[in-house]
């Protein structure tokens, strides 16, 4: 079965400075799907930025990117330019593009970004 | 605002006891996604809907239930209800059957006295 681990349940940036947040998966298929969603205090789920498996570049939304290994099995989030705004909870996840659905997310247990002004 | 709506916001009931909890996706979406939100499990992918059929399950009890209507709504039935059960229940949309969830609900947070 699949998993999704992130090791760090908490993280702290200042304003204005870059943060990464780690996110290791173990799978043995070859195709899939990775995502980074953003919980903030409002609670709602938004999704910051996905990631095609058999893309070698890493993807890119404004100030956020990833850091894709295949091999290693991780996927870690860049955020740059911190800001007060990007203070949330970050879950990443795994689907797999084969068989049911790919609605069937797997998540990690998150890590509670905080952003020091 | 992510286009998706779920009612009620709050919900708290007692054990034993059987609630509705309702999702309207987004205009032009077809497929409906329940995930549970809990503190001991993380978030856990529940079911998927699309058009009105059953598309995916995923470790849903058999406490629980779902469908889908004509007119794209969904409802989560979760009946005999244990103090476990307590979580926030989210309900995300995306426009086809093979796709990720795009955009989700607001949650509706069910508490279990």
């Known amino acids: 079965a699949q998993t999704v681990t992130q090791s760090q349940p908490e993280m702290s940036v200042q304003e204005a400075e870059t943060v990464t947040l780690s996110c290791t998966y173990d799978t043995s298929e070859s195709d899939y799907y990775l995502f980074w969603y953003k919980q903030p205090p409002s609670r709602q789920m938004i999704l910051v930025i996905r990631?095609?498996?058999?893309?070698?570049q890493n993807a890119t939304e404004n100030r956020f990117s990833v850091n894709f290994q295949k091999a290693a099995k991780s996927f870690s989030l860049k955020i740059s330019d911190s800001q007060l705004g990007d203070a949330a909870m970050y879950f990443c996840a795994y689907t797999s593009l084969y068989g049911g659905s790919q609605g069937n997310l797997i998540f990690g247990k998150g890590t509670k970004l905080s952003v020091k002004p | 605002d992510s286009g998706v709506t779920q009612t009620p916001k709050h919900l708290i009931t007692a054990t034993g006891q059987r609630v509705t909890l309702r999702c309207s996706p987004r205009?032009?979406?077809?497929?409906v996604y329940w995930y549970q939100q809990s503190l001991d499990q993380g978030l856990q992918f529940l079911i998927q809907?699309?058009?009105?059929?059953?598309?995916a399950k995923g470790n849903i009890l058999e406490r629980f239930s779902a469908q889908q209507f004509p007119d794209l709504h969904s409802e989560l039935n979760l009946s005999s209800l244990e103090l476990g059960d307590s979580a926030l229940y989210f309900c995300a949309s995306s426009e086809g059957q093979g796709d990720q969830p795009q955009h989700f609900g607001d949650g509706t947070r069910l508490s279990i006295l």
């Open positions: 809907y699309y058009n009105g059929e059953e598309r």
């Open positions: 990631q095609e498996a058999y893309k070698q």
């Open positions: 205009s032009g979406d077809l497929s």
